[in-house]
């Protein structure tokens, strides 16, 4: 290739890292970015700085009462995963990872992540993979888009074995989705899920006796981000773990985040676990 096509081609690769990172999850960023600033556990082979390098340049979350749900959520999925880990549980699959760090954070011998979020985030993930030079050996990044792509597919494609036991994850993701998008991942995720595998979600939840459509109105309103990343799904919490019974699995312990000490406003969100 000749220079100006070399050049032309240097430019195509440049507008594509350009448009991921404008494309890239904002929320996911600023999750990241206010994480980074918290004191967490690690493991004897994990990268405790991991995160604080991931989110280099993201701006944190600033609203406080938001800072203290993150917390509270950081703290229950960390220890999940601590406990995953300590059980022989070798695959960890992490739904809208954004731009977790766990996978770094917790790396463990014979423990692999994989890492599923839109695929112009986790192209903008890559590269700051690539830049950190940090090492991926027990990680793969999976793209797809929750709304409309094939969970069970690419999970099949990218190498999750069905066979042997998982923890999922899917922390501050369901509130994204529809119902009915909801049931339908849930359902895919118990399809793969044999003895011995965990669900761990976060749940948007609102008081019994007020109209979910009106809640989610409230909340989208007081969000920036609302018209480009919007809130669809907070329900009373009877009616959010019903949808996680529909999808085949039952659920095992259930915890207000309020209950973790760091401000979280009570109502507001639950953290579950599930089990096949």
């Known amino acids: 290739m000749g220079r100006r096509g070399s050049d032309e081609g240097d430019r195509d690769r440049a507008s594509d890292r350009a448009a991921d990172r404008a494309s ?6 600023a999750v990241a970015a206010w994480r980074a600033a ?6 004897p082979d994990g990268d405790p700085d991991a995160q604080a390098r991931l989110s280099e340049g993201m701006r944190p979350v600033r609203d406080p009462v938001m800072r203290a749900h993150i917390e509270a959520r950081t703290r229950f999925f960390d220890a999940q995963v601590q406990e995953a880990v300590r059980q022989g549980v070798d695959q960890v699959v992490v739904l809208g990872a954004g731009y977790d760090d766990r996978a770094l954070r917790f ?15 986790q192209s903008d993930k890559r590269r ?10 027990g990680l793969t990044l999976v793209p797809v888009d929750f709304r409309h792509g094939d969970t069970y597919a690419v999970l099949e494609g990218y190498g999750h074995r069905p066979e042997r036991p ?5 922390e501050g993701l369901l509130v994204y989705l529809d119902e009915d998008a909801i049931v339908g991942l849930l359902t895919v995720l118990r399809t793969r899920a044999t ?16 109209g979910s459509e009106r809640a989610v109105d ?17 329900l009373p919490p009877s009616a959010h773990l019903a949808l996680v019974t529909r999808s085949g699995w039952r659920v095992s312990d259930s915890f207000d985040d309020a209950s973790f000490g760091t401000g979280a406003v009570s109502g507001r969100s639950l953290l579950v676990v599930a089990r096949p």
């Open 166 to 170: 998982t923890l999922f994850l899917c």
């Open 128 to 137: 700051r993979l690539e830049q950190m030079g940090a090492d991926v050996g």
């Open 218 to 234: 409230q909340a989208n309103a007081g969000r920036p981000r609302a018209t480009s990343e919007p809130w669809r799904t907070i």
């Open 38 to 43: 918290l004191v967490r556990p690690s493991t």
């Open 107 to 121: 790396r463990s011998v014979g423990v692999h992540f994989f890492e599923l979020d839109h695929p112009s985030t």
């Open 195 to 210: 003895g011995g595998s965990v669900l761990a979600a976060s749940l948007a939840v609102h008081a019994e006796g007020v």
């Open 24 to 29: 890239a999850s904002r929320t996911g960023q």
